[in-house]
C-alpha cells in the first residue's frame, strides 16, 4: 500500500515537474520537491523498491533542472 501511495506521489510530482522543464518555469520545480520527498519517504517505509525509485528518478529530474536553471528559470 505504501509502495502505492509513494507512485501515487511520484507522478503527482512529475505532472508538476513536465511543465517546470519549459525556460522561466523552473521555480515550479521548488513546488514539486516536498511532494518527492514525502514520495520516497513513502517509498522508504515499503517493503518494495518501485515507488522509491521512481520519486528518485523525478528528484534527479528536478534537481539537474534546477541546477542549469541557477535555481529560479
Do not use: T, Y
Not at 501511495?5 to 513546488?31: D, K
Not at 529530474?61 to 529560479?72: H, K, P, Q, T
Amino acid at each position: 500500500m505504501l509502495n502505492l501511495l509513494s507512485f501515487l506521489f511520484g507522478i503527482i510530482s512529475l505532472i508538476i515537474v513536465i511543465p517546470a522543464q519549459i525556460p522561466m518555469l523552473g521555480w515550479g520545480n521548488w513546488f514539486a520537491l516536498p511532494v518527492i520527498v514525502v514520495g520516497i519517504l513513502l517509498g522508504a517505509l515499503s517493503s518494495k523498491n518501485a515507488g522509491r525509485d521512481f520519486c528518485l528518478i523525478v528528484l534527479f529530474i528536478a534537481s539537474v533542472r534546477l541546477l542549469l536553471g541557477g535555481g529560479f528559470f
